[in-house]
């Protein structure tokens, strides 16, 4: 199913007071020197920010009696927490409740953070907000603590200032990493938490074992406050259940929605969105039984106090440890048609998600873990197994990948070279040269370092490649249209937009070039190609992809990736390469920022 892209059309003064708002946001954004100093010191200082959110919290006017009167469905983990959350929110819009929805990071706008009765809050009142919020919070900072909170913390802040004013019924809060220490974690009285798939992800931070990250992610539990999480790793779960004791309440694990016998088409597709959206069920369910317990009582549990009538009576006093003890496993609920609606009408872009722009069919998947570029790779290939047989010359592939961070490339991209790939696209997690928008500026990592990255992610690939021919991996590698990998280009660009106009003038450009390929040697320096007429008057590339040589160099000197002259390569008519009659086929993941730089430039696209 074709998502829609979200709309950003903003026009005049309205425009004007958003982007501004945006733009005095992105001046509290961390840059890349200081995150890495506060992961140096992380272990030292990570205490001291639940303290100091609290602060930020009081200084515009939230207490946590305030935060208890949202009713709050906490979630963390590791894979599937945006979906589990998306999940939570449409079936309890359709059971008739007004929701809240605080999410991260975004794709496309900034405002689809904050997501109030199932859609990106207006732009207008983002503005008013925001700037309410920013005044009180400035107007504080000499009687406070002298400081101004940081991008995710003030956009916590403001969440919950503005499910507030819109007195939403319930808001589901996404743990943006960790969980222990996270700024939502402010949140003392939530009714109902979660937990999803965990994995290895952000080990700079968390850790580098799933203990260390179970650990973290259990910090979300509260003295008497339901918990619910899905299948996990041994250890994992050890590490949970000891968590849920130690914080005064009991985990319990849901079953996956085979166990409900019936077929539900879920609107986020992918296999693994049985898990979240059993999980979510169950969160819901759970929520709104203690949503009208208080709505009878009329009154929030004192934070302080450890309410355990809400723990199963044969649960409460458990002294044993974790080890020791079965997790309890819940039932599948009776499933009603606002629950079956709110799972089969969830909309979460950028996750799953098939979008048709210029001919060309994008598969869009945030996917940055091991497991869930695993899960990614089993969905792409399931949904276009059955385009193979559909066009008479066959279907042309292309990747379009970025990692950042921590995260390995080698592991990370290993499971895609199955997918038998026809060209490797790759460049940094900017939608274009120049940000268009304020929503788009990102100033925790630099170019540099992302052009650097976009160099070790192109090579690893390559690795990838011939160590698959090597040791005979054909016989287990699925070929592209080529037939063989060697053939398979890999390129690396200098913005989302450049890759993407590449791969529609392949589809498009009718008696054009149909083939390119990245050779050492090919570089003409400050030249242009003499091209058949018959094909075009210029060439389909200006300077965009350059050779890991001039990209190494450039990087090195400062420059980053620029468009220019240089770079231009041959192009022959290589008869593998013709993909006018082809279907095209592209898979966008590796990153969440990634994803959304490409939605805004397919979004822009269709308004061509």
Known sequence: MVRTLISSAIKGAECSKYEDAVKMLNTLQTNAQTIEKIRQERDKNAHLNIPRMLNY????????????????????????????CAYCESILRHHGYKTGFYSSPHLVEVRERLN????????????????????KLDSTKDAGDGTMPNYFGFLTVMSLYVFLQEKVDVAIMEVGIGGEY?????????VVCGVTSLGLDHVSILGSTIDKIAWHKAGIFKPGVPAFTVPQPPEA????????????????????????????KLGIKGSVQTLNAALALQLCHTWMMKYKE?????????????????????????????????????????????????????????????????GVCFYLDGAHTVESIQQCVEWFKTETEAEKSNYRDGVYRILLYNCTG???????????????????LFCPNLAYEIALSADQTNNTVTKESQCKR??????????????????????????????????????????????????????????????EKLRKGDLLNNSKVSINRDWTDEPVMNGTCISDTKV??????????????????????????????????????????????????LWDRQLE
């Open 57 to 84: 919290a009081s200084r515009v006017g939230i207490q946590e009696s305030d935060m208890s009167r949202l009713n709050v469905i906490h979630i963390s983990g590791t894979k599937g927490k945006g979906s589990t």
């Open 116 to 135: 109030v009765g199932g859609q990106p809050i207006e732009s207008e009142k983002f503005a008013s907000y925001f700037w309410e919020v920013y005044h």
């Open 182 to 190: 996270d700024c939502t974690n402010m949140i003392r009285n939530p």
């Open 237 to 264: 779960m050890r590490v949970l259940a000891e968590r849920a004791l130690e914080k005064g309440t009991v985990l319990h694990q849901c079953q996956d929605l085979g166990a409900y016998n019936r077929i539900l």
């Open 294 to 358: 208080r709505c009878i009582t009329n009154e929030s549990r004192p934070q302080e106090q450890s309410d355990m009538s809400l723990v199963p009576e044969s649960t409460a006093s458990i002294t044993a440890s974790a080890s020791q003890m079965d997790i309890p496993t819940v039932s599948p609920i009776t499933l009603t048609q606002n629950d079956i609606k709110g799972l089969e009408e969830c909309v979460w872009l950028g996750r799953n998600q098939v979008i048709n722009v210029s």
């Open 406 to 424: 921590d995260r390995d490339s080698f592991t990370l991209m290993k499971p895609l070279v199955s997918c038998g790939f026809d060209a490797a």
């Open 454 to 515: 976009c160099v070790t992610n192109k090579e690893t690939f390559d690795d990838l490649l011939q160590q698959q021919q090597n040791i005979g991996g054909s016989n287990n590698l699925e070929m592209g249209t080529t037939g063989n990998k060697a053939e398979c280009q890999s390129l690396i660009f200098s913005s989302i937009s450049e890759c993407i106009n590449w791969i529609c003038k392949r589809k498009w450009e009718e008696n054009r070039v149909v083939s």
């Open 552 to 601: 190494t160099n450039k990087v090195e000197s400062g420059q980053g990736l620029q468009n220019s002259d240089e770079g231009v390569y041959k192009y022959s008519n290589h008869a593998s390469g013709d993909a006018d009659r082809r279907h095209v086929e592209v898979l966008i993941t590796g990153s969440l920022h990634l994803v959304g730089g490409a939605l805004r430039v």
